[in-house]
């Protein structure tokens, strides 16, 4: 492992600088320390697992080494740090084979919410999320009785205009709110099917809390920027956590007792 870390030591240092220094993925320094309190919470039941070595990881780490070769040619930091977690999951396999991958599958998965962003993906859905923001916010405005007028991604209300920037296309609450709602569902000892279901529900949940947050700024001029913006997204955050738990205690329940 300490070999691994050598080899991905730029990778890592590229992940941490975004982690850092994008506020849309500051989540990505939790991801690794619930990756491993996960393992280690898992600890009695893996370590019951015979060791098979197997030679196909050996195999995914060679993959994974050019993966890595063409990420520093021009792949990006993205390729770089797929090929980071390959490896992981390649020296698994061979040290441990396939029953110790699929008892860790969970944890690893995990991982995927600390890997940088796509750029190509990333710019493809920016503008989209933007407009969609802007558009079920001015509805919200409007259902509210005040009078709005939207242009592309810019609400004026009553003489006070607010742009949804990149910064509030949604991605912000969209990724750490699926990285929580897998770990909750993991917590609430929910099978594979439901903690899918519980993340795929974070999407909806992460647009309309992110339109909610632009409507408070067009209500409001004082909480358009600042702290009390900061305090408000928090709140909205919280409140989203809070409608991700109901939905699983709904589905739950439904489930346990159908009509």
Same mark, same amino acid.
């Given at each position: 492992?300490?070999?691994?870390?050598?080899?991905?030591?730029?990778?890592?240092?590229?992940? *941490? &600088?975004?982690?850092? !220094?994008?506020?849309?993925?500051?989540?990505?320094?939790?991801?690794?320390?619930?990756?491993?309190?996960?393992?280690?919470?898992?600890?009695?039941?893996?370590?019951?697992?015979?060791?098979?070595?197997?030679?196909?990881?050996?195999?995914?780490?060679?993959? *994974?080494? =050019?993966?890595?070769?063409?990420? &520093?040619?021009?792949?990006?930091?993205?390729?770089?740090?797929?090929?980071?977690?390959?490896?992981?999951?390649? =020296?698994?396999?061979?040290?441990?084979?396939?029953?110790?991958?699929? *008892?860790?599958?969970?944890?690893? @998965?995990?991982?995927?919410?600390?890997?940088?962003?796509? @750029?190509?993906?990333?710019?493809?859905?920016?503008?989209?999320?933007?407009?969609?923001?802007?558009?079920? @916010?001015?509805?919200?405005?409007?259902?509210?009785?005040?009078?709005?007028?939207?242009?592309? !991604?810019?609400?004026?209300?009553?003489?006070?205009?607010?742009?949804?920037?990149? %910064?509030?296309?949604?991605?912000?609450?969209?990724?750490?709110? %699926?990285?929580?709602?897998?770990?909750?569902?993991?917590? *609430?000892?929910?099978?594979?099917?439901?903690?899918?279901?519980?993340?795929?529900? &974070?999407?909806?949940?992460?647009?309309?809390? !992110?339109?909610?947050?632009?409507?408070?700024?067009?209500?409001?001029?004082?909480?358009?920027?600042?702290?009390?913006?900061? =305090?408000?997204?928090?709140?909205?955050?919280? %409140?989203?956590?809070?409608?991700?738990?109901?939905?699983?205690?709904?589905?739950?329940?439904?489930? @346990?007792?159908?009509?």
């Amino acid at each position: 492992m300490v070999g691994l870390v050598a080899c991905y030591a730029s990778t890592l240092q590229g992940m *941490a &600088a975004q982690w850092w !220094n994008d506020e849309d993925m500051g989540h990505g320094f939790l991801v690794p320390a619930v990756a491993l309190w996960i393992v280690w919470r898992e600890r009695t039941r893996w370590r019951t697992l015979p060791l098979r070595s197997s030679w196909a990881g050996l195999a995914v780490i060679l993959f *994974a080494a =050019l993966a890595q070769s063409a990420g &520093a040619l021009g792949g990006g930091l993205f390729l770089k740090s797929v090929a980071f977690l390959l490896s992981i999951a390649g =020296l698994i396999l061979w040290f441990g084979g396939a029953e110790l991958l699929r *008892a860790w599958a969970f944890p690893l @998965a995990l991982l995927g919410f600390m890997l940088p962003k796509l @750029a190509i993906v990333y710019n493809q859905v920016t503008l989209p999320l933007q407009l969609l923001a802007t558009k079920i @916010a001015g509805a919200m405005l409007t259902l509210a009785g005040y009078a709005v007028i939207r242009e592309g !991604n810019i609400l004026d209300v009553r003489g006070h205009q607010v742009s949804v920037a990149e %910064a509030c296309d949604g991605i912000r609450y969209l990724l750490p709110l %699926a990285f929580l709602a897998l770990v909750f569902a993991y917590l *609430a000892g929910s099978k594979a099917w439901m903690r899918a279901l519980v993340m795929v529900c &974070a999407i909806p949940i992460a647009i309309i809390a !992110n339109a909610l947050r632009v409507a408070i700024s067009g209500w409001s001029p004082a909480l358009a920027e600042g702290t009390p913006h900061q =305090l408000a997204g928090g709140a909205i955050f919280l %409140a989203c956590l809070a409608a991700l738990v109901l939905f699983h205690r709904l589905v739950t329940s439904f489930h @346990a007792h159908p009509a």
